[in-house]
């Protein structure tokens, strides 16, 4: 059975920095795309980043880019998004997915963890 | 960047009732279009991918057809179970975006 547990979230100021883990289990995790996904409290869900399988190839949505930085460990089977100057902005319950399959351009998640919440408060 | 809009906002059904559910995208999509389903206080869960293809454990009242920039899920008879807020999103182009949600609550 595929699991993904995120942890790392809490409570921090505005420009604080936090990072996110995201422990993968069930599945060959170096071979799969793995992405974070953002859930603004009540609002609607907001793709973050994407990693490819070997680390090689990122993306960020334009929100994020040049503060928020995803990486993994293969070794680990462990996914991470560092996230820098912290805005209110920011704060959101913080999903990591496992890209479904393989194959290039299909960029559909499943499963989901259960979330990390971030919350960014002076 | 591709705008999903998802109509209507929330959806009343009774049980046992059929839900037809749209989503819209500013351009053309293909058939690069996903539906997931969420319930309070949980991670989304995928239904349906390539617009139409159900994923793995998804009952068969759950349907989803169109292709550019009209899409349409269609729930035939709704469960309890299904009373939840729906989500599209697309994965033609970067970056990924998802559409605000049908909340689809008891009539």
């Known amino acids: 059975e595929v699991q993904l547990l995120e942890s790392g979230g809490g409570l921090v100021q505005p420009g604080g920095s936090l990072r996110l883990s995201c422990a993968a289990s069930g599945f060959t995790f170096s071979s799969y795309s793995m992405a974070w996904v953002r859930q603004a409290p009540g609002k609607g869900l907001e793709w973050v980043s994407i990693?490819?399988?070997?680390?090689?190839?990122?993306y960020y949505a334009d929100s994020v880019k040049g503060r928020f930085t995803i990486s993994r460990d293969n070794s680990e089977n462990t996914l991470y998004l560092q996230m820098n100057s912290l805005r209110a902005a920011d704060t959101a319950v913080y999903y990591c997915?496992?890209?479904?399959?393989?194959?290039?351009?299909?960029?559909?998640?499943?499963?989901w963890g259960q979330g990390t919440l971030v919350t960014v408060s002076s | 960047e591709i705008v999903m809009t998802q109509s209507p906002a929330t959806l009343s059904v009774s049980p046992g009732e059929r839900a037809t559910l749209s989503c819209r995208a500013t351009?053309?999509?293909?058939?690069?279009l996903a539906w997931y389903q969420q319930k309070p206080g949980q991670a989304p869960r995928l239904l349906i991918y390539g617009a139409s293809t159900r994923a793995t454990g998804i009952p068969a009242r759950f349907s989803g057809s169109g292709s550019g920039t009209e899409f349409t899920l269609t729930i035939s008879s709704l469960q309890s179970e299904d009373f939840a807020v729906y989500y599209c999103q697309q994965y033609n182009n970067w970056p990924l975006t998802f559409g605000p949600g049908t909340k689809v609550d008891i009539k």
């Open positions: 997915a496992k890209k479904m399959v393989v194959v290039a351009g299909s960029d559909w998640f499943d499963p």
């Open positions: 990693i490819s399988g070997s680390g090689g190839t990122t």
């Open positions: 351009q053309s999509v293909s058939s690069n």
